[in-house]
Nanobody, 128 residues
Framework: QVQVVESGGGSVQAGGSLRLSCTAS????????LGWFRQTPGKSREAVAA????????VIADSVKGRFSTSHDASKNTLYLEMNNLKPEDTGMYYC?????????????????????WGQGTQVTVSS
């Protein structure tokens, strides 16, 4: 089983910044495609960004483009979500999904169905 752990959430005022971390366990696979999604009560999960722990491949959702970005640390199997100029509508539970690079390739995607393993989420609250 692959463990996925998110961290870095918190409460900030509008205009502030946060950096979320998503780490996938290295016990079975050495690289992952990781996707960030967010959800608020009563709404479906929304794609935010995705990236690859082994390189610079990334995709950012149009809704956050220009404010959010990703970076990675291959040695830690971690994808970071850098969130700047946060708005109250960015409030939600942020989840990370993992797709192992099990056959030498994985897809950096904003499609929830591409990800096999999920973390418990980290809460982001932006106040006006």
């Amino acid at each position: 089983q692959v463990q996925v752990v998110e961290s870095g959430g918190g409460s900030v005022q509008a205009g502030g910044s946060l950096r979320l971390s998503c780490t996938a366990s290295r016990s079975r696979f050495s690289r992952y495609c990781l996707g960030w999604f967010r959800q608020t009560p009563g709404k479906s999960r929304e794609a935010v960004a995705a990236g690859f722990t082994g390189g610079p491949r990334t995709v950012i959702a149009d809704s956050v483009k220009g404010r959010f970005s990703t970076s990675h640390d291959a040695s830690k199997n971690t994808l970071y979500l850098e969130m700047n100029n946060l708005k109250p509508e960015d409030t939600g539970m942020y989840y990370c999904g993992a797709d192992p690079d099990s056959r030498g390739y994985c897809t950096v995607s904003l499609k929830e169905s591409e990800y096999l393993f999920w973390g418990q989420g980290t809460q982001v609250t932006v106040s006006s």
